[in-house]
């Protein structure tokens, strides 16, 4: 259900999906030594509703953080359910586009410790003024937010999956570090395959291929289970993205298979051999070897070249490795079609 309700999320721009505080924890807790002294924008989320935010305002001293910036669109769908800072003034309170900017949270309570009764009452303060009314409509890519993005050192949300592409190369354009959630079609897009190339982009600690269960607006009628009185959708091709240093990505995967022709054959339409799977690559094979997309999850910059997507996705050496004859890029094995397939080869 998962990958058709995504593609009914894009067509009817259903991009609601919000994520837990345990999913946020288990994946940020592998960042924390690159978040201090660091301004953290979190430019897909309400205060009132995110987790991310919530996360970062209340880890705010403890991560030793430089600002914490937020911004809200206007409108929500599941406003004031998640972090309900502020007071409701009626059932369907209109929501204006703001920021959230954060440079300190004080014990404002007293009470020794700083928590999210202080949070709730520093966005309350008109002495700290941290809350201001954006003049445009809040969206990622509006002015106002990219003016917030130029002073931002990592960027940390989860953005509309429909517009992953539109928020990737935003991030690309302005050089900045991320830590984000897509879904691992994200893999086959042309820019984020460009950007595994150049080893600009790497999948994160947790999740792949794994899935996360994301809180849905009320209104959807599809969703898995209710939880805590919230409707909780699986979304199972759901993952981290970031381009900070991530330890699995520089450990060289040990190779025991050994090379045969007829257990490592050719494509009909590309000069590489077939690779099902991961643990299967040859030890002792120095040409083109083509490997499911879930491969990336393991992709050692080191330890391979990526050569080519038969997705479209590259910018690499086709030609080279193409035969001209075939006017199909999927890759076909004895007249038979095949999913989507990565050329590498091992770097000497």
Known sequence: MARKDLAQAKDAKKDEFYT???????????????????????????PYESNFFKYFALNFNALGLKKLIAT?????????????????????PTRKAYKVEISEVPDLDGNGSTDLTDVQLLLKSSTHNVKAELK???????PESIELLK???IVVTNPPFSLFREFL????????????????????????????????IRTGYTNFNVGMYFQVPDSWEKFHHIENGKKMARVSTSCW???????????????????????????????AINVN??????????????????????????????IWTTDRGGDGYLEEFK??????????????????????????
């Not at 409108?75 to 369907?92: C, K, M, N, R, V």
């Not at 445009?136 to 509006?142: A, I, K, L, V, Y």
Request: include cysteine; charged fraction near 30%.
């Open 277 to 306: 799977t991961y643990t299967d690559i040859p030890c002792d094979y120095d040409g083109a070897m083509g490997v499911p997309i879930t491969f990336l999850d393991k992709y050692n910059p080191k330890q391979f070249e990526i």
């Open 20 to 46: 837990q505080l345990s999913d946020i924890e288990k994946e940020l807790v592998h960042y924390r030594d690159y978040f201090r002294d660091k301004v953290i924008f979190c430019n897909c989320d309400d």
């Open 323 to 348: 035969k001209p004859w075939d006017r199909y890029d999927a890759p076909v094995l004895n007249g038979k079609g095949l999913y989507t397939r990565i050329l590498i080869r091992k770097k000497q």
């Open 241 to 271: 993205f970031t381009n900070l240093p991530v330890s699995k990505h520089n450990e060289e995967l040990i190779l025991i298979k050994h090379y045969t022709p007829e257990e490592y054959p050719k494509y009909d339409n590309y000069d």
């Open 169 to 200: 190369a935003l991030l690309n354009k302005y050089n900045k570090q991320f830590i984000i959630i897509g879904n691992t079609n994200a893999l086959k897009y042309k820019l984020t395959f460009k950007m595994f190339q150049e080893d600009k």
């Open 136 to 142: 445009q409509n809040g969206s990622f890519d509006s």
């Open 151 to 153: 002073e931002a050192d």
């Open 72 to 92: 809200c669109y206007d409108g929500s769908p599941i406003a004031q359910q998640e972090l309900p800072l502020f007071p409701i003034e009626s059932d369907t």
